[in-house]
């Protein structure tokens, strides 16, 4: 006897979800400390059940944003790529970079205990991040619009420290700045 397909979710069901997700984003993005779940039902303009049957703990909501901004990064790699010179989609995607660093800022407690628990795999992530990066590079550097000496994790390790100097709203100029810098390093010198 085979089992009963699993229905698709209503319409309504899957847009509430969405609408939970993307404000969820933008306030752990934007909060001092990490919002409550109260306060992202509201902002979303849905009720508290509704938010627990779709993320029934904070920490399958954290889960939720964090897998959801993984996949717009190695996602947007692509996307920009297909869009943009190698150069130029890396930058904007140093820039997308920046908006995830932030949005993980407003969920660093909550992320912390779950990638200590193991509940979060930090070394895919990684390896996910590093992939995208190394796509942007390799495609750079094919072209000769970047260098070919400079490995992913070398231009990881220099967005989270510019993230880390700079990564508050206020800092959004210093940021770009700064951006645009490693940019400038990353470019091919004459003759060299």
């Known amino acids: 006897m085979t089992a009963a397909p699993t229905p698709k979710p209503r319409a309504d069901a899957t847009r509430n979800r969405q609408q939970l997700l993307d404000v969820a984003t933008r306030l752990f993005a934007s909060a001092e400390t990490e919002p409550s779940m109260r306060a992202i039902a509201s902002e979303a303009g849905v009720g508290i059940a509704t938010l627990y049957r779709h993320f029934p703990t904070r920490e399958s909501l954290v889960d939720a944003v964090y897998q959801d901004q993984v996949s717009r990064l190695t996602a947007g790699a692509r996307e920009l790529l297909a869009e943009l010179g190698p150069a130029a989609a ?6 997308l970079f920046g908006d995830w660093i932030a949005t993980k ?10 990638v200590e628990s193991g509940e979060i795999a930090h070394a ?4 996910e991040l590093l992939a995208a990066v190394d796509s942007l590079l390799e495609a750079g550097r094919t072209s000769g619009e970047l260098r070919t000496d400079i490995p992913a994790e070398d231009i990881a ?21 700064l951006l645009d810098l490693l940019m400038d390093g990353l470019r091919p010198t004459e003759g060299g």
Not at 90 to 95: A, E
Not at 124 to 127: H, N
């Open 157 to 177: 390790a220099a967005l989270i420290g510019i993230f880390t100097v700079a990564g508050s709203p206020e800092h959004k100029a210093m940021a770009g700045r």
């Open 90 to 95: 890396l930058r904007r995607w140093m820039d």
């Open 105 to 114: 800022n407003g969920m660093l407690d909550t992320l912390l205990a779950m």
């Open 124 to 127: 895919r992530t990684r390896t």
